[in-house]
Every structure is written in C-alpha cells, then in structure tokens.
C-alpha cells in the first residue's frame, strides 16, 4: 500500500488525493477496512453519521501531525509514535461527544474510543502521511474520510429503513403504511447482509465497467 501510495503521490494533486479516499479508494466497499465498526454502528443512519464525522476529524489531523512531525519521528518508534497521536485526537473526540451529543454517545458506546485501533487510520498514517506533505496527508485524510463517511451512512440508512421503517428516525408512518420493518435488519445478522450484498453491487458495477472498455 506504501508503495502504491507513493507512486500515486507524484502524479497527482491534493484533489485528486482527496477523490481518492472517496471513490477509487473507499476504505470500505474498495479496500474493505474497518469492518468492525462498519457492522456494529450502521444499525441507524445517525449513528453511521456520527461515526463518520468522529473519523473524518482523527484522520485529517493525524494525518496532518504525522507528516508535520515525520522527520522527527525515528523509524524504530513510529507505530507507538502514532497510536499516541491518534489516541490523543481521540480522547478528544470521546469527550466531546459525551459532553454535548450524549444519546449518540450513548448509541456508539467502545466503538469511539476503538477508533485508536481503527485499520484506516493506521493505514493511513503508515502509508500514506508519513512519507507525503502535509498537504496532501489533510486532503487523503479528509477524502477517506468522507469515503467512509458515506459508506455507513449508506448502510446505516439502508438498514433503518428495512429494519424500523424510519431514516435518520423520520418518516415512520408514512413508510410503514407500505410495509412492515424486519427486525432483523438492525440487529447483527442485518450487517453481514448489508455489507454482503453492498459488495456484490460493487462487484457487478465493476464487471460491467470491465466489459464496457
């Protein structure tokens, strides 16, 4: 990924590197990371939301120190260099949200705090801000952010709106009136399907680009 990363890095501009994260390089539906937290929380779209907003804010500013502070930052130390920036970022996050948004913190639980251990924002910040400027280690940070962002804002959407007839908990009785919700979509085995069948969309959208060239 490092190497990817770098040779993405000389062709392209901040924007591009942005797109990215979003599209070609979605961190869910492309490389499929962070799983854990992308089952656990998209049982509503807010919570999805919320979720993706708490990222968007630690990736783009541990991406944004690790690349300020990379060439401090000895070889042998830069794992533990970078869980302690991330950490730090994440505490505050915690705390934020438990002040002033406490239903949603509520509703997240471990999950905001797991963000420290998160696969894509390590990923990030070990193959990608570490070796980049700083500019554009804001721009990928921000753009695989958002790409996770939407990705479980999506699921979340999807899977509320099968499973309580609501999304972002509005419209229950007009939705309702056409079906009844399955219970199932918001409990776990509603997220292996969610995600299972968002892939395989993914899947045949790329088959038929493939036959289209």
Known sequence: MAEMDAVITKKTSPIRHLLNGIIVGNPTFVLVLGICPTLAVTNAAINGFSMGLAVIFVLMFSNMFISMFRK???????????????????????????????????????FIPLIVVNCIILARAEGFAYTNTVLDSICDGIGTGIGFTLAVTIMGAFRELLGNGTVFGLGKEIIQSFYNPALVMVMAPGGFLTFGLALAIKAWLDSKNKEGE
Not at 74 to 98: E, G
């Open 72 to 110: 401090f930052i000895p070889d042998q130390i830069r794992i533990p260099a970078f869980i302690m920036i991330i950490a730090s970022l994440v505490t505050i996050v915690d705390l934020v949200m438990k002040a002033y948004f406490p239903p949603i913190y509520k509703a997240l639980g471990i």
